[in-house]
Structure formats: structure tokens, C-alpha cells
């Protein structure tokens, strides 16, 4: 392996590892600077993906227990513990993400919208009704998805 970028596609971790202990002794001339750079952005990304990811499942469920209650009660009684159970995990998941990222929570409107679209299949689909009954925006502001006492009514 002659270059840092033939390391880089050849041994990932190796690649990391030497990179590491470069930063740490300084030797920034040695660094393969493209494919950190890369590296650190992926990095960032990979956390607000995790964001999006925990609010489409948060926002699912409110969602469905939103549904359920309002049009299909039989749904509510084996969807609601096990929903509100997923609510609570989501919302503390997502809390967690926030406090080791404190600059995504600026995001969290954003993130919201686009895990909204998702959700709005995944608790159509659940359900059973058709997409269209479904709001087609989220009904609830960002504060109130991430309130850990907020349940929507019926």
C-alpha cells in the first residue's frame, strides 16, 4: 500500500488507525487530508440521519395511535401500550441524539417534515386506510412531538 489513498480503499479501519495516531503526534503532513474531510462530513451527516430516522419512527406511532383513536378504536387497544411504549423510547432516543448534537435541534423542524412524509405511509399502511385519510402535513408542531407528557386526542 503506496499512497494514503490506497489504504484508504483497502484497509478502512488500518486507515483510521493511522490517521489517529498521526493527529495525535502531530504529523499533519502525513495525513491523507481529502478522504478525512470526507470522513468527518459523513460523520455529521450519519448523526443527522439518525435524527430523521428516530423521529420517523416517534412520529409513526403518534400517528397511528392519532388514527386509531379517532376512527378505529379496535385498533387502539393492541396498538396503544406497545405505540405509547414506542413513543416514550423514541422521544428519549431522540433526546439523547439532541444533547450529544446540540446544534441539530435547530433541524428538528426540518427533519420533522421529511420523517413526517414517511410516517404518513408507514401508519396508512399499518392501518389499513387509504393515504389519503391521513393528514397530509403533521398535525403537531416539533415541541409537541418532542414533549415526553404529549399523547395526541382522539
Not at 448534537?101 to 427533519?111: K, Q, T, Y
Request: one cysteine or more; aromatic letters at 6%.
Amino acid at each position: 500500500m503506496n499512497t494514503k489513498a490506497e489504504l484508504y480503499e483497502q484497509d478502512f479501519y488500518r486507515w483510521t488507525q493511522e490517521q489517529a495516531t498521526r493527529l495525535d503526534a502531530r504529523q499533519f503532513d502525513a495525513l491523507d487530508i481529502p478522504h478525512l474531510v470526507e470522513e468527518i462530513t459523513s460523520l455529521g451527516k450519519s448523526e443527522q440521519r439518525e435524527l430523521y430516522t428516530r423521529l420517523s419512527l416517534l412520529v409513526t406511532h403518534l400517528l397511528k395511535l392519532h388514527l386509531a383513536a379517532q376512527g378505529r378504536p379496535e385498533d387502539l387497544r393492541p396498538a396503544g401500550r406497545g405505540g405509547q411504549t414506542t413513543v416514550k423510547t423514541q422521544r428519549l432516543d431522540v433526546a439523547k441524539v439532541l444533547r450529544d448534537n446540540p446544534s441539530l435541534r435547530a433541524a428538528v423542524p426540518g427533519e420533522l417534515t421529511d420523517a413526517y412524509a414517511v410516517a404518513r405511509v408507514e401508519a396508512a399502511a399499518a392501518l389499513e386506510v387509504e393515504e389519503d385519510t391521513v393528514p397530509s402535513a403533521c398535525p403537531w408542531t416539533a415541541a409537541q412531538v418532542l414533549d415526553h407528557d404529549f399523547f395526541p386526542a382522539p
